[in-house]
């Protein structure tokens, strides 16, 4: 599913200040906690997609490269979890509001978990890391991969449930960590008896052994839109590692790696292409046909005059935007091809060119232009 506009999401305009921002994002917040709606999932997920935008939209420089560049200019921006700022935060957006602080902290204290470890050991899946190549004509028009992978998933034998005969964990008493230490300095720990579930099970499935899971291999078809680049992030949600105990599902991040091309060089949206012409072509003027990144061939005037390292700028023809009709420009760098070998014939022209000229031996120097 694609995701929605960040300001879309906070009900905010593309203009708004940084504490209206923050009071959308509250409201949002607390509305959705899931503390405050243990089963509801799509709460859950309003919260986790509020606490994304807000990610973004508090911080000026990814907020400015989301407004220039859309998905593609915050992707992989987002702290693990996507929560940095507001956890940073909290307490300036949720201080003073009935104690919802303490459940921010509580939230994102020890590793900054989108999903609180809750009563009983139900946790959210690991997150899997794909590392996927495509060409440079695919990052172009967007293309579709197959992508094989392996990832945890509930036992079908047991349901995910580990077995049967299920009872709190003696040793934690159900909440999947032992504190460690004496006095103030005390440190928590994963349950060395229940692995962090908060429950045993007296007697283990056969087929997981009382893990709960099973590692299954899946091929999925990917769709890359149009525009990526190298760094580009896409990410399947619910298709990481299987959660503990009731727990959701991890996610699977898909990191692209876009080939060079032989010709064109990119830059973000913008793609660059050096041309060479003789020197009646620059002399003259000419019109000239060039290729592009879509495969079809655009015609360039060259003025009368132009010489070596002139770029001229071609309005639209670079790579897409993610998600958007606007492209990149394509800058054309000009090189004035200097033949090494001339026929007789060609001498003759070029020497009765130079009287015609008559170009001084002591030139006045230019300014100096990069």
């Known amino acids: 599913m694609a995701k929605r506009d960040y300001y879309e999401v906070l009900g905010v305009s593309k203009d708004a200040t940084l504490d209206q921002i923050k009071k959308a994002y509250r409201k949002i917040a607390m509305a959705n906690h899931p503390d405050t709606h243990p089963n509801d999932k799509d709460a859950e997920e309003r919260f986790k997609e509020a606490s994304e935008a807000y990610e973004i939209l508090s911080d000026d420089k990814k907020r400015k490269n989301y407004d220039q560049f859309g998905f593609a200019g ?12 507001v956890y940073r935060d909290f307490s300036d957006i949720f201080g003073g509001a009935g104690g919802f602080s303490d459940i921010f902290e509580s939230l994102f204290g020890g590793g900054g978990s989108s999903f609180r470890q809750r009563s009983g050991g139900a946790r959210q899946g690991a997150s899997l890391r794909y590392e996927l190549t495509i060409d440079f004509n695919e990052a172009v028009n967007g293309c579709k991969k197959e992508i094989s992978f392996s990832h945890k998933v509930k036992c079908e034998s047991c349901g995910g449930t580990g077995g049967t005969g299920k009872r709190t964990c003696p040793t934690c008493g159900g909440s999947g960590q032992v504190a460690r230490g004496n006095g103030f300095f005390q440190v928590a720990s994963t349950c060395p008896t229940c692995g962090g579930k908060g429950f045993v099970v007296d007697n ?19 769709t890359i839109p149009a525009g990526v ?6 990410t399947l949600r619910g298709k990481g590692d299987a959660g503990d105990n009731g727990g959701p599902d991890g996610d699977l991040y898909i990191f692209i790696t876009v080939r060079e091309d ?26 000239i046909y060039v290729p592009t990144i879509d495969g079809t061939d655009v015609k360039v005037s060259i003025p009368a005059g132009t010489s070596s390292g002139k770029i001229l700028r071609l309005k639209g023809k670079g790579f ?3 998600n958007s009709s606007q492209r990149g420009n394509m800058y054309l760098k000009i090189e004035v091809d200097i033949p090494k070998r001339l026929s007789l014939k060609a001498k003759k022209l070029i ?4 009287e015609e000229l008559a170009p001084t031996e002591r030139p006045t120097p230019m300014e100096y232009t990069e």
């Open 74 to 85: 915050v992707d992989g921006q987002a702290a693990a979890g996507g929560y940095s700022n």
């Open 204 to 222: 283990p499935c056969a087929a997981c052994h009382g893990s709960g899971t099973a590692r299954k291999s899946e091929k999925l078809s990917v």
């Open 229 to 234: 680049q190298t760094g580009s992030r896409l």
């Open 262 to 287: 032989r010709y064109f060089v990119r830059n973000d949206q913008d793609v660059y292409l050096q041309i060479p012409i003789s020197i009646t072509q620059a002399v003259l003027g000419c019109d």
């Open 320 to 322: 897409p935007y993610i």
């Open 351 to 354: 020497k009765d060119l130079d």
